[in-house]
Structure formats: structure tokens, C-alpha cells
């Protein structure tokens, strides 16, 4: 569904790539992590994922349909909640198509699966950060897309919202669709994702079954930083040993 061969990124006039030779495959059913310390290019890697900026050299090969979870954004306009999930919709419909009865069904759906249909009436612009992730995350899911690319999905959200959200991306990856997520945790890339990439600027990136990749070595060369990975109560962990 998604084959990345010996891509690069350098923006216009720039000295140094802010990427380059990263190689990766993901199927349907399957959850890839992006994994990287900050600067490294993860962002920039998934905008290039959707076209968004244009590769240099590489090739990227997409089958299907994408939808895109930033990491925040503001709406210029008041739209309540639930008008800004069913705009998911207008990827199935058609841009300048009115939304249907259809579309705020699946758009309740959404909300209630990421815990927002409370909210629904509610102003977008008025939530906070984590709130509007969550809203943002149930847009995509009304696009009903075969490929869902997220930007550090859980980056403003605490340990409940953020279980809750990988909970979403286990299952929408067992309906057959292809994930892509960045994040700086580790452990979520171990628990939730069948391979990892690992992303430094100006180094090689790593890409495998996150069981492999996931290593005390790789991480603590990733990080600058030692890192301990074990067991407790039979649960795989992943901690940093800060200094």
C-alpha cells in the first residue's frame, strides 16, 4: 500500500538535505511509527508522505485514499464541532457537496468513538489543544480513508486521551487501513505499531519490526540519552535514564 524508496527533502537554497535514503514499506493492516528526536525531519517526512513538499530525489508510491491529522490547527471560522468533523466527509462526496443525514451519523459515530460527542454543539475555536486533537482525529475517521497519516497525534493529550487514541489506531488498522504516526514516546511505537522507522538528521535512518528496531542501543544512539527497556508485570516498558 505504501513503498518509500531512497527518499530526500532539501528546501530551496538550503546547504544540507533535511533528509535523505529513508526506505520503508507499510501494508494494509499495518501500524508504522516514525520515531525521532526534535528537528529531525518527521514532520517535514510525513508533508512529503502527502505531498504536501516535494521530494528531491526517491520515489513514494501510495495506494489509496490518505487522510491527514496535523498536530493542531486554528479554524479561521466558528465552525461548531460537528461541522468541522463531517468536512471529513467531502472527500467521499465531493468538495462542494452538502453534507447528508448520512455524513452527521458518521460524524456522531466518530466523535463518540474519541469521546467528544458531547462537544458536538460546542465551538471548535473554544476547545482546547487536546480537544481539538481529538476533533481532528475524528475528521479523518469520517473520511473513511485506506491510508491515515497522523502528526504526533498524542502530543496534547494526557495518559487517558492518549490510550484512547492508540486504542482507535489498533482498530482502524484491523479494518485493513495503513497508519502512519509520528511520536516521541517509544513505548507507544512498541505497543501499537508492527514496524518503526528511526529518524536522525544527518544519519542513516532505521526501519523494521519495532520488537527489533526498538533496542536499548537504538534508542540510547537515537537519543544521546540511555535508555532502558524491560518488563513489568509481564508488560513490556521503555524508560529514559535522565541524567
Known sequence: MINVTNIGFCYPKAKTAIFEGHNFAVKAGEVLAILGPNGSGKTTLIKSLLGLLPIFKGEIKL????????QNTLSPFDYSVSEMVVMGASGQNGLFAA???????????????????DWRNESFS??????????????????????????????????????????????????????????????????????TLMVKKNSPSVFGASKDVLSEENLSKLY????????LNQSEIIVPLYS
Open 224 to 231: 544521546q540519552l540511555p535508555i532502558f527497556r524491560g518488563k
Open 63 to 70: 495506494n489509496g485514499s490518505r487522510s491527514y491529522v496535523p
Open 126 to 195: 473554544h476547545l482546547s489543544g487536546g480537544q481539538r486533537q481529538m476533533i481532528l482525529i475524528a475528521r479523518a475517521l469520517v473520511s473513511n480513508p485506506d491510508i491515515m497519516i497522523l502528526d504526533e497525534p498524542t502530543s496534547a493529550l494526557d495518559y487517558h486521551n492518549q490510550d484512547k487514541v492508540l486504542q482507535m489506531m489498533r482498530h482502524v488498522a484491523n479494518q485493513g487501513k495503513a497508519i502512519i504516526f509520528s511520536t516521541h514516546c517509544p513505548l507507544q511505537a512498541l505497543h501499537i505499531s508492527q514496524k
Open 99 to 117: 453534507s447528508t443525514k448520512a455524513d452527521y451519523n458518521r460524524t456522531d459515530e466518530a466523535l463518540e468513538q474519541v469521546g467528544m460527542l
